[in-house]
């Protein structure tokens, strides 16, 4: 008989998460996620996403380090000859992420996008995932989120399922 596991078995905590408001700046993002990569006294040891919080404090969304990605341009410099090109360029680029009014409102992956219930087994969040091509997934349990789903939360299990 084939091992099911549910989605509130194998994710991660809601509290075990990074949180920034909604109306921070996309750099605040970046040094709130840089500095969860050093939690606990462990090199790279934080979460790929930071949850979002209105300014209520309730949950709003997630920001991944894909949107964060998307948000800084880093595609478009990379294609951009002229600013490699010049010693002045990736100055002039750091100067404008830092004062960029981009908020992470405005990058966010909403909550109500892409989510899974606690009670659903493992095969449907994979499914889930796969079909909203994300690597996270919140988990609710009564519509309020209680934790992160995971891609490497269903890697961790995979072989019980073979």
Do not use: C
């Amino acid at each position: 008989m084939p091992i099911t596991k549910r989605a509130e078995e194998i994710m991660v905590p809601i509290e075990d998460y990074s949180t920034i408001s909604e109306n921070a700046t996309i750099y605040e993002a970046i040094k709130v996620l840089q500095y969860s990569f050093h939690r606990d006294g462990k090199a790279w040891y934080g979460h790929r996403s930071v949850i979002v919080l209105k300014e209520d404090g309730s949950l709003t969304g997630i920001l991944t380090l894909r949107g964060l990605l998307k948000a800084v341009g880093f595609q478009e410099l990379d294609e951009e000859i002229s600013i490699k090109a010049e010693s002045w360029g990736w100055y002039f680029t750091e100067h404008l992420r830092r004062e960029s009014k981009m908020r992470v409102k405005d990058v966010m992956r909403p909550l109500n996008l892409a989510t899974i219930d606690a009670k659903a087994d493992v095969e449907i969040a994979a499914i889930t995932l796969l079909r909203h091509r994300v690597n996270s997934l919140p988990v609710l349990k009564n519509g309020k989120p209680v934790g992160i789903l995971r891609t490497l939360d269903i890697f961790r299990i995979i072989d019980q399922y073979f």
